[in-house]
């Protein structure tokens, strides 16, 4: 059923009201004025352009924050009441989502396989492999290293190195990240190789007993510090590929 069909006919007009002003543009007001005008309201636009109009604006209403909607003269509340209204999803910030983790590996293959077509002419070759692997530990490393403290605070709730040595974990996304660049290069294999595959081991046996021996439910702090991802098997996939790349360098040495 269309958001059209779902509301009465008399109930086609929406008024909202929302912060304009020379230094801030709220993005919530422009997301609700883009969801109204797709849902096929009328939209009344209401700026409130200085602080005291807005807070005037909250104390008439009773309300805490803005925007706020009102459809048919009934007040609807901010943007995501309005989502609710129109029978849309409302995300929770603090849900436990692989998305983030999800997004990456997709577009660090996409990336190896187009890297590998333009290089070998086709897309699906073992460079195309060796290049996955490669481009994510980078992408992963660089997304500690946004926040290192933050890291490091969450990465301690179940790296056993980390644990007995807490410098490691202000070490690990320098080390990480310097592996996957030198594995991309293919070059100091001596270096690469045996970094990649000790981060890896250790961080494989570090998750497999936090979450399959003590069964603790934790954040996995892979994509960094302030991430809801669940630490688990999809977790073990960072310090598995690891493993992996190194053992396969470490077999075409020789």
Known sequence: MSDMSRHPADSRKAAIYRMVMPKHVCPYGLKAVHLLKRAGYEVEDHHLETREETDAFKTQHGVATTPQIFIGGRRIGGHDDLRRFLGKSVTDPKAPSYRPVAALFAMTALTALAASHHVAGSAFT????????????????LLKLQN???????FLNYDLLARRWVPYGYIYPFAEGAAGVLMVGHVLNWLSVPTALFIGTVGAVSVFKAVYVDRRELKCACVGGSSNVPLGFVSLTENLMMIAMALWMAAGAF
């Open 148 to 154: 290192m403290e933050s890291f490091a605070t969450m």
């Open 126 to 141: 073992m460079l195309a492999a060796e290049w996955f692997i490669g481009f994510s530990m980078v992408v992963l490393a």
